[in-house]
T-cell receptor, first 113, second 114 residues
Framework: DQQVKQNSPSLSVQEGRISILNCDYTNSMFDYFLWYKKYPAEGPTFLIS?????DKNEDGRFTVFLNKSAKHLSLHIVPSQPGDSAVYFCAALRRTSYDKVIFGPGTSLSVIP | DAGVIQSPRHEVTEMGQEVTLRCKPISGHNSLFWYRQTMMRGLELLIYFNNNVPIDDSGMPEDRFSAKMPNASFSTLKIQPSEPRDSAVYFC????????????FGQGTRLTVV
């Protein structure tokens, strides 16, 4: 049973436009969410996170939105750049319970110049 | 800091052979994680250690897999005997504290069992 879902395996966006990557989760006990970015032949790198007490967190071109009632979060990249082309993993955990991180299957983003 | 260092980067072995993957976490990080990435299952947590002690090994697929952390700067993941279905990329990650927020990943070991 997948607790963290990323239903779009891939996404293509034109350079300069907005990229929106979506993530859904099933466990209402999750209280902390993260996005990781992965380039080919490299390990994932942490991108941005959000606590369940917030509904938005912004870091430069990257913004994560959390809708707890819908158990949904999204990562917005504005404006998208070719260097953003990578696989993006959504992850979730129950930080208050020292629980393990559950990763989604990833979405491959291609930003077309 | 050099980051999390994994070796080897690539490993090709025959079915039935023992495989040992190695990891050096970032100095000062007291949590270490082993993940496996496959097309079918994405990133799966196999085991994690806190202060060199295994905390959760429920992700270890079967008894053929074992992991050790003899000290704060070194961990191994061993598969014995290896099988073709073990072929995957294995990542090691480390973080400060017990909870895996903002973990730093190594570059991974691509294992191919033929």
């Amino acid at each position: 049973d997948q607790q963290v879902k990323q239903n779009s395996p891939s996404l293509s966006v034109q350079e300069g436009r907005i990229s929106i990557l979506n993530c859904d989760y099933t466990n209402s006990m999750f209280d902390y969410f993260l996005w990781y970015k992965k380039y080919p032949a490299e390990g994932p790198t942490f991108l941005i996170s959000i606590s369940s007490i917030k509904d938005k967190n912004e870091d430069g071109r990257f913004t994560v939105f959390l809708n707890k009632s819908a158990k949904h979060l999204s990562l917005h990249i504005v404006p998208s750049q070719p260097g953003d082309s990578a696989v993006y993993f959504c992850a979730a955990l129950r930080r208050t319970s020292y629980d393990k991180v559950i990763f989604g299957p990833g979405t491959s983003l291609s930003v077309i110049p | 800091d050099a980051g999390v260092i994994q070796s080897p980067r690539h490993e090709v072995t025959e079915m039935g052979q023992e495989v040992t993957l190695r990891c050096k976490p970032i100095s000062g990080h007291n949590s270490l994680f082993w993940y496996r990435q496959t097309m079918m299952r994405g990133l799966e947590l196999l085991i994690y250690f806190n202060n060199n002690v295994p905390i959760d090994d429920s992700g270890m697929p079967e008894d053929r897999f074992s992991a050790k952390m003899p000290n704060a700067s070194f961990s191994t993941l061993k598969i014995q005997p290896s099988e073709p279905r073990d072929s995957a990329v294995y990542f090691c990650a480390s973080s400060r504290g017990r909870v895996n927020t903002e973990a730093f990943f190594g570059q991974g070991t691509r294992l191919t069992v033929v």
